[in-house]
């Protein structure tokens, strides 16, 4: 019986825990056999304070659920010993004892191409054929196994046309997943009825595409100059974003007797072009708020953040008007999320993180980061191997919450644990409440095959970060 990390547990069986079991329950230790086949959890009652252990094993569709437990004892010592003699026992067993009265159908396997006729998309193609993948494509097989597919074509769509939004809309069911929520996905829409001990709320997933001209994709403009990026944060992207958040504001999803009396939040990410999402977080707030910030300091040198309303975003033959917030029918939506890290890298971290892979991945990671001096005009920069002792990383890690001022429900901070919360004030201002580690954008170059422990002995420093403060272009971040 190994020792494993929760994080690790997590991948593996988490998907089985009820939102009502953290509870009852204090989970203290995590343990597998056989490379994960058999896992334990040793577990004390909140209520009676004694001690048991609880066994996971795989199901007829390979889902990691509860099988054997032990009885209940006064102390951690007994307990662990009553679970290793219990992860034995099963350990032993045909995988076909644990199959249970309720599955339905068949494993999903997300690997094998399932279409015939269609062209499989180019980056799920590199995805399944390259050895530096392999922790992604690791982790999102267990994941696969619990995600309920309630349109009928998740797979089809991830294989081909829907590469991105499947992939994000994964991310999003392992965030809410970490953050302890049950998630109903019985109702096709909106993506995801999310109960928790910490509330209940309905999420809907928006993505922003390319620009098509028919098949023909149209390149973003130029950001090469500081004009041609103030031009491209401050008009071009706030419409790509808007016309995405608008398109589902038409659907009316508060209408569905499932989610009229719960808050309603869009969960927006950015594919509009390769890299978009590291540098396009600013222009969503400019849009959603309506409010661009310049900044001054005074004498002592203390910042001072200059509001001003924005009235239009103007690219081209387009103009919108800025705030969505303000328009009809958005008071519906009590928030908007955003992460930048719902991307292959992301599940190639969280992979490698907990042992997935095969082995001979390494992952160097670096981008930019909140920087809480409150006279701060730059992020802080970073630079991490994610495979460095030490390294911890969350789903949740990277993901704002912004926070509607007009929503007719509005979404609780406390809902989502681990998020920066950002709200407007009356006076135009913009206040956040953001983790001590969060990152604004960050690059993922992966290397494979090599030897992780030659690799990490070459690349020298072992920390696990490295911080430094920098000067970066205006748009990387807000200021403070």
């Known amino acids: 019986m190994q020792e494993i990390s929760e994080t690790r547990f997590n991948a593996i069986a988490g998907y089985a825990r009820k939102a009502m079991a953290l509870a009852m329950a204090n989970e203290l230790e995590f343990f597998q056999i056989d490379n994960g086949r058999i896992v334990g959890m040793l577990i004390q009652d909140r209520t009676d304070r004694d001690y048991f252990g609880t066994v996971f094993a795989a199901d007829a569709l390979k889902r990691m659920r509860s099988v054997r437990m032990t009885t209940f004892v006064d102390t951690p010592d007994a307990a662990r010993d009553l679970l290793r003699t219990e992860m034995a026992v099963a350990g032993q067993a045909p995988p076909s004892e644990f199959h249970q009265d309720d599955e339905d159908g ?3 396997d997300f690997l094998t191409p399932v279409v015939s006729k269609q062209p499989l998309n180019p980056d799920f193609e590199k995805f399944i054929s390259q050895e530096g993948y392999s922790p992604a494509q690791d982790i999102i097989s267990l994941m696969m196994h619990w995600y309920e597919d309630a349109d009928g074509n998740f797979v089809e769509q991830f294989q081909t046309t829907g590469f991105d939004q499947r992939i994000w809309e994964l991310y999003l069911f392992a965030t809410f997943r970490e953050m302890g929520y049950d998630i109903d996905r019985s109702n096709a829409v909106p993506d995801f009825c999310c109960d928790g001990l910490m509330g209940s709320f309905n999420v809907e997933a928006v993505t922003v595409a390319p620009t098509k001209n028919g098949k023909e994709i149209i390149p973003p403009p130029p950001t090469d100059t500081a004009e041609e990026l103030r031009v491209y944060l401050h008009d071009y992207m706030p419409i790509k974003f808007g016309s995405a958040l608008y398109s589902k504001l038409k659907k009316k999803y508060w209408e569905h007797a499932h989610v009229a009396n719960k808050p309603l939040v869009l969960a927006i990410h950015d594919f509009s072009s390769p890299g978009s999402m590291i540098h396009s977080r600013s222009a969503l707030e400019r849009y959603v708020f309506g409010v661009e910030h310049g900044y001054e300091k005074d004498e002592q040198g203390n910042l001072i953040i200059l509001p001003t309303k924005i009235e239009t975003h103007d690219w081209e033959d387009k103009s919108i008007p800025s705030g969505f917030f303000n328009q009809p029918d958005s008071e519906h939506i009590s928030a908007i999320l955003f992460s930048n890290s719902g991307t292959i890298a992301k599940f190639n971290r969280m992979g490698i993180l907990t042992g997935f892979g095969s082995g001979k991945v390494v992952a160097l990671r670096e981008g930019t980061m909140v920087n809480h001096d409150p006279n701060a005009t730059s992020p802080k920069f970073f630079k991490v191997v994610v495979n460095s002792e030490g390294y911890e990383e969350t789903w949740t890690e990277g993901l704002s ?3 509607n001022p007009n929503a007719l429900k ?10 920066a919360h950002l709200f407007l004030e009356d006076d135009g201002q ?4 953001t983790p001590d580690f969060f990152p604004f954008g960050s690059r993922t170059i992966h290397f494979a095959p090599v030897d992780v422990d030659e690799w990490l002995d070459s690349f020298g420093d072992k920390t696990h970060m490295v911080f ?5 272009d205006e748009d990387e971040s807000s200021p403070g």
């Open 106 to 108: 068949e494993p999903v």
């Open 401 to 403: 919450v912004i926070h």
């Open 410 to 419: 509005p979404l609780d901070p406390a809902s989502m644990p681990g998020a």
């Open 430 to 433: 913009i206040t956040s409440h």
């Open 468 to 472: 430094t403060p920098r000067e970066a």
